[in-house]
Each structure stands twice: as C-alpha cells, then as structure tokens.
C-alpha cells in the first residue's frame, strides 16, 4: 500500500493511488496457503475473477432493475464455492468484496475502466510481491503456522497446571477452559497438516528443511496426547495425596514445559535455535526423590503411586521431546520424518457433492440463501430510498453475517463496537490532521494494525479496518471532510438485517446439531480405543491408522465443546444448555483417559488378554450408542457396563494397576454417555411432539 500511496500522493493523483490500495487489500485477504506455483495459478485466476466481476457490477449497477437479481443469485454461488475446498471459498469470499468495494465506490469513478483496471491493477501487485516473499522464503507461512501449535501447547500446559493448586469448585471451570484451549490446540495443528501436505506434494525426501518441519510437527502432535492425558481425577488428588510439596513440584514442572513450549515456538517463528532450560532434568529427578520420599513415610496404595508415577514419566517423555525439538532446531539431527505419511482427505465426485451440497440441511447452502437475501433486503432500501453510498451496508451484511446464530451475534456486537470504535477514533483524528499526507499515514497505520489484530483480537481490528475503510472511500472521493455519519447508520441497519436474516432465514439452532455431534465423538473415541488397543498386542507405532483415529476423536470433541459455546447464546430452554455441558465435559473427561492410555501405550500380551474384552465391550457400547443417535432410532436397553476398581489383584505391576483404573474410569464415563444419550433422545421426541401438536 505504501508502495502505491506515496507515488500517487507525489504525482497528486490520490483518489487512483486510493482506489489501488483497495484492490490490495481484497487481494490481500482473498490470498491462500500454496506453494509458489500454485499460488501463481491461484493469482492469475483471482485477476481475471475480480477484472469480470467489477466489470459486470460496473455495467449493471444503474440498472437497478438487472443488478438485484444479479447481486443477489452471484451471492449464492460465491458462498456455495466453499464446498469445493478453503481456496475456492476464500476465493469466492475476495470476489464478492472487491465487487463491493466497487459498488461504493462507483459514485466517484471518472470512466467505465476505471475501476476494474486500478482495483485489479491493486490485487495484482500484492499478488506479485506476496509471490516474490514466497519464492524467497517458500517455508515461512508453515513455521507461522507451526510456531502456532507450540504457542497453543503452551497456553494449554500452563492453564492445565492450575489444576494442582485450585479448590475442588474451580475444577469444573478449568475443565471448560482446557476444552477451549483444546480447540485452538487441534486446529493449530490441522491448519498445519494441510500445509505440510500441499507442500510434500512433488517434492523429494531430500529437502532438509521440509523434513524439519514435518518433524516438529509429528513431535507436538505426541505432546498433544500426553498434555491432554489424566493420570488421576484431580478432584481426589489433594485429599489422597495429602503432600503440597509434591503437588507444587507437579505444578512447576508443567509451567516449565509449557513456558519451554512457548519458546520453541518463538524460535519456530523466528527462524533460530531453540535451547532447552536443563533445570528441567533436575526437576524431574528432584520430583522422584520427593514422592519416594513421602511413600516412605506414608506408603501410598499402589493405585495413587502407580498412577502418579506415570504421570512424572509423561512429563520426563515431554522432557525428551523437547530435547528432540531442540537437535532439530539446531540442525544438529536430520530429520527422518519425510517417510511418514499424512492424512489427506478423500475427493468426492462432483455430483454427490453438489447433490448434498443443495439440499437444505448442507450449512453452507442455508448460508448461502440467507447471506442472498439479506442482500437482498439490504439492496431493496439502497434502490427505494436511492442511496448512492449506501452499499456500506452489504459491506456490513458481508462481514457479519455468518453460518451460525451463535457467531453471527458475536460478530454483531464486534462489529457495532469496533466501527463505533474507528468513527470516535476518525473524526477527532482528521480534525487535528486535516492534510491528505496525514490521513494517507493514518490510513497505512490503520491497516497494518488491522492485519496484525484481525485473528486475534477482532473487535480491535474491526475498529482499525473502519479507520482504514472510512479514509479510503473519502479520499477516493476526493471530500475535504470525513462522511461518517452515514455511515454509521448504515453500519446499524446492516447489522439490523443480518440478525433478521440469521433469526427469521433458516436459522441453524446448535440444539438441532447435538445427535449427530454426539454421535460423531462417540464414534471417534471408539476408534480411537480400538487403535490403542490394537496396539497392546502389535506394539506402539506412530503410524497414519492411529494418528487419524487420534486426531478425529480430538476433532469431534472440539465440536461438541463449541456446540456448548454456541448454544449458550441461542434461545434454548435451560435444560438443553446443562445437556450439552454434560455431554461435553464428559466426553473431554473420556477423552482425556484414553490419551492416557495412548500416551503410555505399549506391547503387553498380558493387558491384552485380560482387558480386551472389556475393552471391546466399550467399543461396541460407543458404537451402538453412535448408531442410534444418527438413525433417531431408541438405544437399545443395556445394562451399565461394571467398572472395577479393584487394583490388588495385579500386586505391584504399575503398567497393569495404571491401565485398570484408566479403563474403570472410561467406563464410567461411557456409562455416564450412554444414560445421557438415553435422556437426549427421550427429551427430543418430546420436544418433536410438542412442536407438531402446537402445528
């Protein structure tokens, strides 16, 4: 933008420079994560979308009669190429903004080229300097992104180790913030394995760098499971333990991964060597001494001293990982990863695609109907009432209108506050530096700060991105004098029209989604049980099977953690909120465990042939119960599965007491689910009958 700006200020031809910077920014945020030959196809293709496009809305636009039906039928189809993966949506998403900021600015533009030349013309050359940037650094964007998953790891381990100093009441809370980190956590390091697969793709196993990555990546997805793993209910750990000591040195040894984690994330991020703190060593051994030491004085029953032993070899295992992390970082190892597979989704033919993608219950088609009609609203008072500048309000449908009601409101609220924000920041700003150098200076600093807050803080970058906005169609049109009045009205009447929209249009309650969400976790987890178990008589191996079933359970927990969020804003009765919390911290509860289980997971024919009937018992419960829920059908009466507890029998075989109480725990739990699940369907019908009476 500066590149642009200064020139077009030098050779006072602001407006042009202006409507170019536009085009950079939808350039800029219709960009995707390729590599660089794909990212020049996806240019090129963006180019010519955006020259079209504006070109179209240029013909059309005062032919209210033509345009309406046009806007409205290319909304649908922008938002319904989502379906066909994140690039073409981001893709669909940049064409319908710059065709918007070609709307508003159309009132201004001298000729019929105009636009569709400087806005392209804009996009295209942050296009080529963001290529350029690639070409120099084709890695840069995956150490971001990986950094990401380390900062995440961090966040968690250290909201995790409050757990060995807070009342029993705070538990349930920690418990919800740890679901919330963890899913910041699984989708750091989804994001990360799509772009190690886009760029494994045709490259050769010799490219030192890649591997690197590839096995940073492989390290904090095994950190994932041991952090996210409960050796113990911590409910019960400051009564049976009865020893602070311990407890702190528990504590102080998980802020100091966590705080080692966001190290190595910053060393990720800034291209240098990570440097592992060896007071971690000395903690470890020092933590031993000290449990030994109060068994000796105490003599803890084998099932609290078997499990908490565990727990400091999974913090000695997270200890070693990051001495791995740091060989790598260091280039003092090369790496071995490149062999390892990952995951890569399924292509779907194009027609059952677009057969599920058209009908009503795809959630993208019920937004790509909403966000069209809300259009259309918005675009029948603009024609009625002839706003000439009024298309701020598609703008403001745009950003807050989203698929859900619960995102929707959220983005209401930061939206209102964040222009009110830019406004009140505007005015006072322009009055004290009224020169076109100083709004140009005030209009760079305010997308800069946009950029740097938009996945961050939004309501911050909203207000930032208003400042930018608001400076960019006035001195494109040339006033002296900030028009902000107007549009703030029009900030308030298209956040009005996307809560009709998400209100009244279809609306996507969460309520409705609970079956399938709560089908779709305890199916995972059951796969993920089977690949652990499976792994009990072939020995423990990192291999695509059962990072896919790990990964999916983590998935599927996530969804139903942001169902409970979601639907806390939604107008539910209270006893669908309490049900969905319930499901939710359970399942994280389950979860939790059979990370246990995997963390420590190991070849023994004995566990395996004691506890494989048990463990296939939960298997089948998990599935059965999955099946039931999807088919609406009722849960077939079973009796809960015995849960026992009883660890003497194994004397002091650690392994075996630690897995026996691991699977009485999920069974627990699973029992806990099944009953749950039972209520769930019981109370729906209900709720159904109800409904179709009151029709």
Same mark, same amino acid.
């Given at each position: 933008?500066?590149?642009?700006?200064?020139?077009?200020? %030098?050779?006072?031809?602001?407006?042009?420079?202006?409507?170019?910077?536009?085009?950079?920014? =939808?350039?800029?945020?219709?960009?995707?994560?390729?590599?660089?030959?794909?990212?020049?196809?996806?240019?090129?293709?963006?180019?010519?979308?955006?020259?079209?496009?504006?070109?179209?809305?240029?013909?059309?636009?005062?032919?209210?009669?033509?345009?309406?039906?046009?806007?409205?039928?290319?909304?649908?189809?922008?938002?319904?190429?989502?379906?066909?993966?994140?690039?073409?949506?981001?893709?669909?998403?940049? &064409?319908?903004?710059?065709?918007?900021?070609?709307?508003?600015?159309?009132?201004?533009?001298?000729?019929?080229?105009?636009?569709?030349?400087?806005?392209?013309?804009?996009?295209?050359?942050?296009?080529?300097?963001?290529?350029?940037?690639?070409?120099? %650094?084709?890695?840069?964007?995956?150490?971001?992104?990986?950094?990401?998953?380390?900062?995440?790891? /961090?966040?968690?381990?250290?909201?995790?180790?409050?757990?060995?100093?807070?009342?029993?009441?705070?538990?349930?809370?920690?418990?919800?913030?740890?679901?919330?980190?963890?899913?910041?956590?699984?989708?750091?390091?989804?994001?990360?394995?799509?772009?190690?697969?886009?760029?494994?793709?045709?490259?050769?196993?010799?490219?030192?760098?890649?591997?690197?990555?590839? =096995?940073?990546?492989?390290?904090?997805?095994?950190? !994932?499971?041991?952090?996210?793993?409960? *050796?113990?209910?911590?409910?019960?750990?400051?009564?049976?333990?009865?020893?602070?000591?311990?407890?702190?040195?528990?504590?102080?040894?998980?802020?100091?991964?966590?705080?080692?984690?966001?190290?190595?994330?910053?060393?990720?991020?800034?291209?240098?060597?990570?440097? *592992?703190?060896?007071?971690?060593?000395?903690?470890?051994?020092?933590?031993?001494?000290?449990?030994?030491?109060?068994?000796?004085?105490?003599?803890?029953?084998?099932?609290?001293? /078997?499990?908490?032993?565990?727990?400091?070899?999974?913090?000695?295992?997270?200890?070693?990982?990051?001495?791995?992390?740091?060989?790598?970082?260091?280039?003092?190892?090369?790496?071995?990863?490149?062999?390892?597979?990952?995951?890569?989704?399924?292509?779907?033919?194009?027609?059952?695609?677009?057969? =599920?993608?058209?009908?009503?219950?795809?959630?993208?088609?019920?937004?790509?109907?909403?966000?069209?009609?809300?259009?259309?609203?918005?675009?029948?008072?603009?024609?009625?009432?002839?706003?000439?500048?009024?298309?701020?309000?598609?703008?403001? &449908?745009?950003?807050?209108?989203?698929?859900?009601?619960?995102?929707?409101?959220?983005?209401?609220?930061?939206?209102?506050?964040?222009?009110?924000?830019?406004?009140?920041?505007?005015?006072?700003?322009?009055?004290?530096?009224?020169?076109?150098?100083?709004?140009?200076? &005030?209009?760079?600093?305010?997308?800069?700060?946009?950029?740097?807050?938009?996945?961050?803080?939004?309501?911050?970058?909203?207000?930032?991105?208003?400042?930018?906005?608001?400076?960019?169609?006035?001195?494109?049109?040339?006033?002296?004098?900030?028009?902000?009045?107007?549009?703030?009205?029009?900030?308030?009447?298209?956040?009005?029209?996307?809560?009709?929209?998400?209100?009244?249009?279809?609306?996507? %309650?969460?309520?409705?989604?609970?079956?399938?969400?709560?089908?779709? =976790?305890?199916?995972?987890?059951? !796969?993920?049980?089977?690949?652990?178990?499976?792994?009990?008589?072939?020995?423990?191996?990192?291999?695509?099977?059962?990072?896919?079933?790990?990964?999916?359970?983590?998935?599927?927990?996530?969804?139903?953690?942001?169902?409970?969020?979601?639907?806390?804003?939604?107008?539910?009765?209270?006893?669908?909120?309490?049900?969905?919390?319930?499901?939710?911290?359970?399942?994280?509860?389950?979860?939790?465990?059979?990370?246990?289980?995997?963390?420590?997971?190991?070849?023994?024919?004995?566990?395996?042939?004691?506890?494989?009937?048990? &463990?296939?018992?939960?298997?089948?419960?998990?599935?059965?119960?999955?099946?039931?829920?999807? /088919?609406?059908?009722?849960?077939?009466?079973?009796?809960?599965?015995?849960?026992?507890?009883?660890?003497?029998?194994?004397?002091?075989?650690?392994?075996?007491?630690?897995?026996?109480?691991?699977?009485? !725990?999920?069974?627990?739990?699973?029992?806990?689910?099944?009953?749950?699940?039972?209520?769930?369907?019981?109370?729906?019908?209900?709720?159904?009958?109800?409904?179709?009476?009151?029709?």
């Amino acid at each position: 933008m500066t590149s642009l700006l200064l020139p077009g200020w %030098w050779l006072e031809q602001t407006p042009a420079a202006v409507t170019l910077t536009l085009g950079v920014m =939808a350039g800029a945020l219709s960009e995707v994560d390729q590599d660089p030959k794909g990212r020049l196809r996806h240019l090129l293709l963006s180019l010519l979308c955006f020259f079209i496009a504006i070109s179209l809305v240029t013909l059309l636009i005062d032919a209210p009669l033509l345009f309406g039906p046009f806007l409205v039928l290319s909304t649908a189809g922008l938002i319904l190429m989502g379906a066909w993966g994140s690039t073409a949506g981001t893709l669909g998403f940049g &064409i319908l903004l710059v065709s918007l900021y070609a709307m508003q600015g159309h009132a201004d533009s001298p000729s019929f080229w105009y636009q569709p030349l400087l806005l392209t013309l804009g996009a295209a050359w942050y296009g080529l300097l963001s290529w350029l940037v690639l070409l120099i %650094w084709p890695y840069k964007q995956v150490h971001e992104q990986l950094a990401q998953c380390y900062f995440a790891l /961090s966040r968690y381990l250290l909201e995790k180790s409050r757990f060995f100093d807070s009342p029993e009441q705070q538990h349930q809370h920690l418990r919800h913030q740890l679901a919330q980190l963890n899913i910041q956590l699984v989708s750091a390091l989804e994001n990360t394995k799509q772009m190690l697969n886009r760029r494994i793709q045709g490259r050769h196993p010799q490219q030192e760098e890649l591997g690197r990555l590839l =096995a940073l990546y492989l390290l904090v997805q095994d950190m !994932h499971e041991r952090a996210t793993s409960s *050796h113990y209910s911590y409910q019960q750990l400051n009564q049976d333990l009865k020893q602070e000591d311990v407890l702190a040195g528990y504590q102080t040894l998980l802020v100091e991964i966590g705080e080692s984690c966001y190290r190595l994330g910053y060393a990720i991020l800034t291209h240098n060597a990570y440097r *592992h703190r060896k007071r971690i060593a000395w903690e470890l051994s020092a933590l031993q001494d000290q449990l030994d030491y109060s068994h000796l004085k105490q003599d803890y029953p084998p099932s609290l001293l /078997s499990p908490m032993k565990y727990l400091g070899r999974n913090m000695e295992h997270l200890h070693q990982a990051l001495l791995r992390a740091e060989a790598l970082t260091q280039r003092q190892t090369l790496p071995e990863a490149m062999s390892v597979e990952l995951a890569r989704p399924r292509r779907q033919p194009f027609w059952p695609k677009l057969h =599920a993608l058209l009908h009503p219950d795809s959630l993208l088609f019920r937004h790509g109907v909403r966000l069209s009609l809300g259009f259309a609203l918005a675009y029948s008072l603009i024609a009625y009432f002839e706003l000439e500048r009024g298309y701020w309000i598609l703008l403001t &449908i745009l950003f807050v209108c989203q698929p859900s009601f619960s995102a929707t409101r959220k983005r209401l609220v930061q939206r209102i506050l964040g222009t009110l924000g830019g406004i009140l920041v505007a005015v006072p700003l322009l009055y004290l530096f009224p020169s076109i150098g100083a709004q140009l200076l &005030i209009l760079l600093l305010g997308a800069f700060i946009f950029f740097t807050l938009v996945k961050v803080y939004y309501s911050w970058a909203v207000g930032f991105v208003t400042l930018f906005v608001l400076l960019a169609f006035n001195l494109q049109g040339g006033a002296s004098e900030l028009i902000w009045l107007p549009r703030l009205f029009d900030t308030l009447v298209g956040c009005l029209l996307s809560f009709v929209a998400v209100w009244f249009i279809w609306p996507d %309650w969460q309520r409705r989604h609970l079956p399938r969400l709560m089908a779709d =976790a305890m199916e995972a987890n059951a !796969h993920y049980l089977a690949a652990i178990a499976k792994q009990f008589s072939s020995g423990r191996h990192e291999d695509l099977d059962y990072r896919l079933a790990r990964k999916q359970a983590h998935l599927a927990d996530n969804q139903l953690a942001l169902a409970w969020q979601n639907i806390r804003v939604e107008p539910v009765p209270k006893y669908w909120l309490n049900l969905c919390f319930d499901i939710a911290y359970r399942n994280h509860a389950l979860l939790s465990y059979l990370s246990t289980l995997g963390a420590h997971r190991a070849q023994s024919d004995l566990l395996h042939a004691e506890h494989n009937e048990q &463990i296939q018992q939960l298997v089948i419960r998990l599935q059965a119960s999955a099946q039931a829920l999807r /088919s609406k059908h009722a849960l077939p009466a079973s009796d809960p599965l015995p849960a026992n507890q009883t660890a003497s029998a194994y004397g002091d075989d650690e392994w075996l007491i630690l897995n026996q109480q691991l699977l009485s !725990h999920v069974t627990l739990l699973v029992n806990d689910l099944y009953q749950l699940a039972e209520g769930f369907q019981q109370q729906d019908a209900t709720t159904d009958a109800a409904a179709s009476q009151l029709g």
